[in-house]
Every structure is written in C-alpha cells, then in structure tokens.
Nanobody
Framework: QVQLVESGGGSVQDGGSLTLSCAAS???????IGWFREAPGKEREGVAG???????SYADSVKGRFTISRDNAKNTLYLHMNILKPEDTAMYYC??????????????????WGQGTQVTVSS
C-alpha cells in the first residue's frame, strides 16, 4: 500500500510558476507514476507521467510548460509548472496505477492518489 501526499499548490497570476511535490511512502511498484488534474465540469485529465524506465510523457496541453521529475532518494515526485494559464486551474493529484504513460492516458479502475493540491491561475 502506498500513501501519497501532494503539496505546493496555490494561487498565481497568468504566466506564473509553481512546483508541486508528492511525497510517497509505503511500498509500490508501478509502470507509471504521474499527475492528473480535475476541474469542475471537466473530465479527469492526465498531465504528466514517468515510466519505469524514467521516460517522461506529457499532455499536449502542457508540453513545453510543465516538467515532471522524481528524486528517488527522497521518494518524491515533482511537477514543475511554468507559464501557467487560467485553463490550468484544477485540483492536481499524484497517482500510482491511475495512468498509462505511453501514451499518457487516464485509466479507470483501482489506483492510488493523494488528497490533491489546488492550483488556481487568475488572468
């Protein structure tokens, strides 16, 4: 069982930056760990993922603006978000077994994610 705790969300202006963190504890083995987001009235959207070989993948909507990284020593996953736009406003979740990395896809079924962290971008 894995426990995931997200942090780093907040409110920023259009064009701003934020870095989200996800601290993982417990044991897990997954072909893809990453981030998805949920906004009111919208479907869950995969944002970024890292495969077991370390290859990152991104949603087209965030390519060139977001970067996913992991620190294995700290068991922490990051999402560096630059040039934020109002349409990036959502609750962001770190997830295990809730995404396929190649291509980046949200999957239905059991998975683990944290409580989420809210990102709000104002114009």
């Amino acid at each position: 069982q894995v426990q995931l705790v997200e942090s780093g969300g907040g409110s920023v202006q259009d064009g701003g930056s934020l870095t989200l963190s996800c601290a993982a504890s417990g044991t897990y083995s997954t072909p893809c760990i990453g981030w998805f987001r949920e906004a009111p009235g919208k479907e869950r959207e995969g944002v970024a993922g890292i495969g077991s070989d370390g290859t990152p993948s991104y949603a087209d909507s965030v390519k060139g603006r977001f970067t996913i990284s992991r620190d294995n020593a700290k068991n922490t996953l990051y999402l560096h978000m630059n040039i934020l736009k109002p349409e990036d406003t959502a609750m962001y979740y770190c997830a295990v077994d809730a995404l396929i990395c190649d291509p980046l896809t949200v999957v239905d079924g059991p998975g683990d994610w944290g409580q989420g962290t809210q990102v709000t971008v104002s114009s």
